[in-house]
T-cell receptor, first 112, second 116 residues
Framework: GNSVTQMEGPVTLSEEAFLTINCTYT??????LFWYVQYPGEGLQLLLK?????DKGSNKGFEATYRKETTSFHLEKGSVQVSDSAVYFC???????????FGTGTLLAVQP | GAVVSQHPSRVICKSGTSVKIECRSL??????MFWYRQFPKKSLMLMAT?????????EQGVEKDKFLINHASLTLSTLTVTSAHPEDSSFYIC????????????FGPGTRLLVL
């Protein structure tokens, strides 16, 4: 069945460091891929998405490229800020129902 | 735009009682809403898909009679945990998908349930 695997955290970085959070997926067909972010005390928010191979999703300085050949959708940001501290979830949706399947989430802590 | 609220945000109840959690889309209509359960340090697990005006579709392993879902309007879905037990303690999150074909889901802030 469909599944999402993302790197375990926590990931601790200093401000202005480069961020990569790995995400790989297993799916039949052609899923859409998402990154959601959950800030402390808040609900999940869609950060970015890509709906087909080689698409690049980007938002707030974050970006991820849909790589079908490696079944990956790694999240990157060139220079993180303290305000980026949150839990990041990789997810996919596939099929007629568009149900979301989530990875386990990666906690990012950015220190000043 | 695209705000989803949940009520209550936190609830503590005694074992054997029932608890109702509301999920509302505040500024859009949602034909479909979803209910998730999140365990500590675990991913969100889809429990059921709630469709306005029809019965919910439950995921494998989720007890229909224990987790009652009602989606009576295009802006409200409710999840009732019946005869709650300590193992039902968890973080319950809903999401809503705007009517009109988009696949994007908008999430509520979650409800923390503690069953004593």
């Amino acid at each position: 069945g469909n599944s999402v695997t993302q790197m375990e955290g926590p990931v601790t970085l200093s401000e202005e460091a480069f961020l990569t959070i790995n995400c790989t997926y297993t799916a039949t067909g052609y899923p859409s891929l998402f990154w959601y972010v959950q800030y402390p005390g808040e609900g999940l928010q869609l950060l970015l998405k890509a709906t087909k191979a080689d698409d690049k999703g980007s938002n707030k300085g974050f970006e991820a490229t849909y790589r079908k050949e490696t079944t990956s959708f790694h999240l990157e940001k060139g220079s993180v800020q303290v305000s980026d501290s949150a839990v990041y979830f990789c997810a996919l949706s596939s099929g007629a129902t568009n149900k979301l399947i989530f990875g386990t989430g990666t906690l990012l802590a950015v220190q000043p | 735009g695209a705000v989803v609220s949940q009520h209550p945000s936190r609830v503590i109840c005694k074992s054997g009682t029932s608890v109702k959690i509301e999920c509302r889309s505040l500024d859009f209509q949602a034909t479909t809403m979803f209910w998730y359960r999140q365990f500590p340090k675990k991913s969100l697990m889809l429990m059921a898909t709630s469709n306005e005006g029809s019965k919910a579709t439950y995921e494998q392993g989720v007890e229909k009679d224990k987790f009652l879902i009602n989606h009576a309007s295009l802006t409200l879905s409710t999840l009732t945990v019946t005869s709650a037990h300590p193992e039902d303690s968890s973080f319950y999150i809903c999401s809503a998908r705007p009517s009109g074909g988009t696949e994007t889901q908008y999430f509520g802030p979650g409800t923390r349930l503690l069953v004593l």
